[in-house]
């Protein structure tokens, strides 16, 4: 792993993607009609879900499809379904806010959260484990992985569930030393990097929201949400992996933190907003920052939410009044007891599946809307027409965000994606609005 390399600051294994929330079906020029189906490839995160089922009107159904590159990351994601499903009688909108962010861009959290995290994963081992054929819930539909995948599911959550001891890994030790990895000489002027890379980077491509203090605290520490005094000194389990390296001729598996490390988890939900009051700027210095506007985006995508609950949506007061002061309340909380939305569903497909569904009559046509993050444009093939709806979408997450690459880079990416897509027989979306993150484009009509 040599210092300063391009892939290092973005690391090995997504934790959040390198693009802001995204509702699919509100992009390209047809809103589709009837039940929508939407393929995901490699997102990384609950972002573009999330957002998705916020823009979808009451009585329409949206069935979202899941491939990932690793089963550490369908975990990780199973638990944010999870805790975005809480009930408001058991967990009000703003702690579940807090927890979620905290959980989804914290490397160390509160001992509070870790014990929620714990309950969480138990409950999804068991639904993992006990439901074969059926899923246990519908936003939570692992039924389809295979037998070893689901074992390996089972594994990653048990880790989870066990209490941190002496042996375990020391999240500051794992961080620091992808920090020095990246940096190398740089490392005893890193704060000079950090800036450059706050100021020279992200700013000039528009994330004027990212506070210094707060970039700077997360690359150092990863901790990028602070919302309450407490002690963040429990390790983040979900946000540890194994990686294998090379070692004088043998494969030896490293278990550490290999996520992104330079462009931070503020992407996701921090840098773009419907409330511009949030993007307010007084003397060229947004009054608020991108946790703000985090807090801010991911409340309002819980409330859309509890809206689909099938009851009217409970107010952000009352909804904290109805939390329990125990925590025994949350313990008794299964996964029968989350929230079911109504028309939405979210299924998990097996790693290697991407290139089996074309084989199979079901998904004949049958994608609304086609997601590819930047990291796995690379397996879009001319295989992917035959899974597009007629009317389909395909979006693709292009580098601007990526911070190590150079400009001239990032446009070669986006020359790149503009080459593997039109191989694959979709041309560009000329109607739409230029975007430099995502990349949109149409079957092309035959």
């Known amino acids: 792993m040599s210092a300063g390399r391009a892939s290092e600051g973005a690391g090995c294994i997504t934790w959040w993607g390198f693009s802001p929330a995204r509702d699919l079906l509100s992009t390209g020029p047809v809103r589709p009609e009837g039940e ?68 989804f861009g914290n490397s160390e959290i509160r001992s509070q959260t870790e014990e929620i995290l714990r309950h969480a994963a138990s409950q999804l081992s068991l639904s993992v484990t006990e439901s074969l054929e059926t899923a246990t819930h519908t936003c939570l539909n692992t039924t389809l992985l295979k037998f070893k995948e689901r074992d390996e599911l089972a594994r990653i959550l048990k880790l989870w569930i066990q209490p941190q001891t002496s042996s375990s890994i020391s999240m500051s030790k794992a961080w620091d030393y992808r920090v020095r990895q990246h940096l190398g000489t740089r490392y005893n002027s890193k704060g000079g990097s950090f800036d450059w890379d706050l100021t020279m980077k992200l700013h000039e491509k528009g994330c004027g929201a990212i506070n210094k203090q707060q970039y700077v605290r997360w690359r150092e520490r990863g901790l990028a949400f602070e919302m309450r005094e407490g002690v963040y000194q429990t390790a983040n389990p979900t946000l540890l992996s194994s990686r294998v390296f090379n070692q004088k001729g043998d494969r030896v598996a490293v278990r550490g933190y290999w996520g992104d490390i330079v462009s931070s988890p503020y992407l996701a939900f921090g840098i773009e907003t419907e409330d511009k009051s949030l993007l ?47 925590q025994t309340d949350r313990k008794s909380i299964t996964i029968t007891d989350l929230m079911c939305l109504n028309g ?69 990416f986006a020359k790149e994606v503009l080459r593997i897509a039109l191989e694959a027989e979709f041309e560009p979306w000329l109607e739409g609005k230029i975007d430099d993150v995502h990349a949109v484009f149409i079957p092309r009509k035959k």
């Open 344 to 412: 939405i569903s979210v299924t998990f497909l097996p790693m290697d599946s991407l290139h089996k569904l074309p084989q199979k009559q079901k998904y004949s046509h049958f994608f609304n809307s086609i997601y590819f993050s930047a990291s796995c444009v690379h397996q879009l093939g001319p295989t992917m027409r035959q899974i597009a709806a007629p009317d389909a979408v395909l979006v693709v997450e292009l580098a601007k965000y990526i911070l190590d690459l150079s400009k001239v880079q990032e446009a070669g």
């Open 280 to 326: 307010k700027t007084q003397n060229g210095q947004y009054i608020k920052t991108a946790q703000d506007i985090s807090i801010a985006n991911v409340q309002a995508l819980f409330q859309s939410l509890s809206s689909r609950r099938g009851c009217p949506t409970t107010s952000q007061s009352d909804a904290e009044a109805l939390q329990p002061s125990t």
């Open 36 to 103: 929508v189906n939407v393929l995901l490839v490699g997102s990384g995160d609950l972002r573009h879900i999330l957002k998705t089922i916020a823009g979808l009107q009451s009585k329409k159904s949206l069935h979202v499809w899941v491939i990932e590159n690793s089963m550490e990351e369908v975990a990780r994601q199973l638990l944010l379904l999870y805790l975005a499903l809480m009930p408001q009688e058991s967990m009000g909108n703003n702690e579940k806010t807090e927890v979620f962010l905290e959980v």
